[in-house]
């Protein structure tokens, strides 16, 4: 195992002083391991938290600030954070409107959010409100859901309900422009190569150079099928077939995320994105916004995953809207 690391116990508590380091308009609390907006936002606005495991950076941490999240919690590679640091963001970033938490669907994740919901409700009388992320088509059942799992449509959420509570929305309105999001979106993932866990100090599962995974899950979790590796052309059809499949995105402006999960260059990423683009273009589909990148990872997995939103003019006008976070910025 090659990694920039010191100690493999020691990544994310080294992980979280870098980010203080070189973001010091967040505010890093290293005891809970939670990422905060350096400077709060209005009272009487709906808050947003997320969180989950570490090692798909940016996601959450890299995406809290004004037009985002107020407060991100960080567990260990690929593992929930606790209740008790979920309630001590959701305590902390209460502004008297409620609170927002999403949630990606793991059994982890779910439980200990709901049990964080739970104690804050009761202990500090903050109303929390929960929209839980669902829709990867890949597979309904993996090894650590029971459902969809939660990926990227994750990211486009947070941009898109972090402007609607920017903007002043109450907390029933926001869980409902949550819900409306994630039933609108779909996602499916590819992997070249298996990611490293420093903990475990060798990969993840054994992928011969001359297959790859389709359908695979942001923790590695197995996929639909192992198949020849085949160009990028193919391997696009793969990725969108499924997705346009599952929802039907002609008639309304779609947004288009093409995400790396870690170990692939941006070079590959453009090429793969030129396909998707063909393929959406083909099938009548209306790319009205897109992003290219590395936006929810998997530590050093080499392959993507391909998101695509069915919008309209609400959803544009809120993805448009500023916003100033270490993984999206613009506007400002």
């Known amino acids: 195992m090659k990694k920039l690391i010191n100690a493999p116990e020691d990544v994310l508590r080294d992980s979280l002083i870098g980010v203080e380091a070189a973001h010091p308009e967040l505010r890093v609390d290293h005891v809970n391991r939670i990422v905060y907006r350096g400077t709060p936002k209005a009272d ?22 004004l037009g985002m999240l107020d407060a991100a919690c960080a567990g260990e590679v690929f593992t929930s954070p606790t209740p008790d640091q979920m309630q001590e963001a959701t305590k902390v970033v209460d502004r008297g409107a409620g609170v927002l938490h999403i949630v990606k669907n793991y059994t982890g994740d779910v439980m200990n959010f709901e049990m964080a919901g739970e104690l804050a409700s009761a202990e500090s009388g903050v109303e929390v409100a929960t929209v839980v992320t669902n829709d990867d088509v890949a597979v309904q059942d993996s ?6 799992r939660g990926v990227g449509v994750t990211v486009l959420l947070e941009k ?33 190569t ?20 389709i359908g695979i899950g942001i923790h590695g979790e197995p996929g639909r099928h192992r198949v020849p590796l085949a160009p990028a052309a193919s391997i696009a059809e793969q990725l969108v077939e499924p997705i346009l499949a599952d929802l039907d995105f ?22 793969m994105y030129g396909e998707v683009a063909r393929l959406l273009e083909k099938a ?14 998997s530590l050093d997995m080499a392959g993507c995953s391909v998101t695509v939103l069915r919008a309209d003019d609400e959803i544009l006008g809120l993805w448009d809207a500023p916003v100033s976070t270490p993984g999206l910025r613009w506007g400002i």
């Not at 009487?44 to 600030?65: D, M, Y």
């Not at 309105?173 to 070249?192: D, F, I, K, Q």
Request: hydrophobic share 40%; aromatic share 4%.
């Open 44 to 65: 009487g606005k709906v808050a947003l938290v997320s969180g989950g495991g570490s090692g798909h950076e940016p996601l959450h941490g890299g995406f809290v600030g």
């Open 143 to 148: 090894t650590w859901t029971a459902g969809r």
């Open 160 to 192: 898109i309900v972090g402007a609607a509570a920017e903007e002043g929305r109450d907390l029933a309105s926001v869980l409902a422009l949550a819900n409306r999001v994630n039933e609108s979106g779909r996602s499916m993932g590819m992997a070249l």
């Open 194 to 213: 298996s990611c490293t866990v420093p903990a475990a100090g060798k990969p993840t599962f054994e992928l011969p150079d001359d297959q790859m995974e």
């Open 250 to 271: 002609t008639g309304a402006p779609a947004i288009v995320m093409l995400n790396g999960m870690g170990g692939s260059p941006l070079i590959e990423l453009y090429l």
């Open 284 to 297: 009548g589909v209306t790319v009205a916004r897109r992003l290219v990148g590395n936006y929810i990872t």
